[in-house]
């Protein structure tokens, strides 16, 4: 029968729990034997880079559904999860869901201020909190990183010292969903070079805590107390590519049917003059 495999319940369409459509229905796969090589066979069939993480025990909150896979078994070179071992019947509950965090997931907090809403800007990719270059740190990727954080528009940019080894450049239209839609480089050293930490001031926030410095953060790996929201995903992604196409396609045809009547008016001035 047919099969798909997605991600729910994390912050990107390559983080969350474990899900696989089997002839329409979709369901969960237990936790037991679960491991980075299960959960790498997802993130490369989701294109998703490599597999970082590979939590169980209903990290990402509990599913619903059948059970479809238990006792999964990757040797890791396999291209999709149900060419795995593993077996169809099980003694698992929901409170056994596997989850998997892949090395293209990206997530992003403001640290330093008195809310949620302004300071530091911190990017998690590749398993850990990293610093983001402000040298294309500009109003459009402000209002992106602002309006995903549910902190509306931004209303300052600000800039820090570089605390951290990673350093992220993203460079933004201003109508991306997240940062990560924008065009993005990591540890790319001539977009960053001589560049400073990027931070910003989001709308209604009430600023830093110290305006003079931001205090040393612990770098955590995100928890499960997020947004439960569904990311905005590559299929829908993909909807809005066959929308930009089928755009340049009909002003295409217009553009030639100008040229055409322009044409055959000056033909037909040629005969008569």
Request: aromatic share 8%; hydrophobic share 35%.
């Amino acid at each position: 029968g047919s099969h798909s495999v997605r991600l729910v319940g994390g912050g990107s369409c390559c983080e969350g729990r474990v899900e696989v459509k089997v002839d329409g229905v979709w369901g969960t796969v237990c936790d037991d034997a679960w491991d980075l090589d299960d959960a790498g066979v997802v993130c490369q069939q989701l294109s998703c880079g490599w597999a970082i993480q590979a939590p169980g025990a209903s990290f990402f909150h509990k599913g619903t559904g059948p059970i479809h896979l238990d006792e999964v078994s990757c040797a890791g070179n396999e291209s999709y999860l149900w060419d795995c071992p593993a077996e169809r019947s099980h003694d698992c509950g929901h409170k056994e869901d596997a989850g998997v965090v892949c090395s293209e997931h990206q997530e992003w907090r403001l640290s330093g201020g008195r809310d949620a809403c302004a300071g530091l800007v911190e990017a998690y990719y590749g398993g850990v909190w990293n610093m983001v270059c402000d040298g294309a740190w500009y109003k459009q990727e402000m209002d992106v990183l602002c309006r995903w954080l549910g902190c509306g528009p931004s209303i300052r940019k600000l800039s820090f010292n570089h605390t951290q080894q990673g350093r992220m450049n993203y460079q933004c239209s201003g109508t991306e969903a997240s940062l990560s839609w924008c065009q993005w480089h990591y540890n790319n050293l001539n977009l960053c070079h001589q560049s400073q930490a990027a931070g910003v001031i989001c709308n209604g926030s009430l600023g830093l805590l110290n305006t003079s410095a931001v205090p040393t953060t612990e770098m955590t790996t995100p928890d499960a107390g997020r947004s439960t929201a569904e990311p905005l995903c590559w299929e829908a992604k993909g909807l809005s590519n066959w929308t930009l196409l089928l755009l340049c396609v009909v002003l295409g045809l217009l553009l030639l049917v100008t040229v055409l009547a322009f044409t055959a008016a000056l033909l037909r001035m040629r005969r008569k003059h």
